[in-house]
Nanobody, 126 residues
Framework: QVQLVESGGGLVQAGGSLRLSCGASGGTFNRNTMGWFRQTPGKDREFVAAIVPYGATTALADSVKGRFTISRDNVKNTVYLQMNSLKPEDTAVYYC???????????????????WGQGTQVTVSS
């Protein structure tokens, strides 16, 4: 059973930066594509970023390209989301997720991710 724990959320002013971390345990971390999603009240979960097992390929939502970067450290079993130039519309609960099928190509669909963290709140003030 894979367990994911996010950290690094908080309150930041527009234009600021945050780095989210997601620690994984209980599974074979380096076999799974990892993703970040976000959700605001009353809206569906939204794809933010994903990275394949050995980090050679990443994907970013258009809304965060040029501002966010996803990376992973397979020794530390951790995936990161570096968020720069934050905007108020980035305010959301951010979730880390692990794909259910090892070595599958990146999916932007939340139903392809079987394991989820509890989420971490990011609030960007204007």
């Amino acid at each position: 059973q894979v367990q994911l724990v996010e950290s690094g959320g908080g309150l930041v002013q527009a234009g600021g930066s945050l780095r989210l971390s997601c620690g994984a345990s209980g599974g074979t971390f380096n076999r799974n594509t990892m993703g970040w999603f976000r959700q605001t009240p009353g809206k569906d979960r939204e794809f933010v970023a994903a990275i394949v097992p050995y980090g050679a390929t990443t994907a970013l939502a258009d809304s965060v390209k040029g501002r966010f970067t996803i990376s992973r450290d397979n020794v530390k079993n951790t995936v990161y989301l570096q968020m720069n130039s934050l905007k108020p519309e980035d305010t959301a609960v951010y979730y880390c997720a692990a794909d259910s099928i090892p070595f599958r190509a990146i999916s932007r669909k939340d139903y392809d991710y079987e394991y989820w963290g509890q989420g971490t709140q990011v609030t960007v003030s204007s």
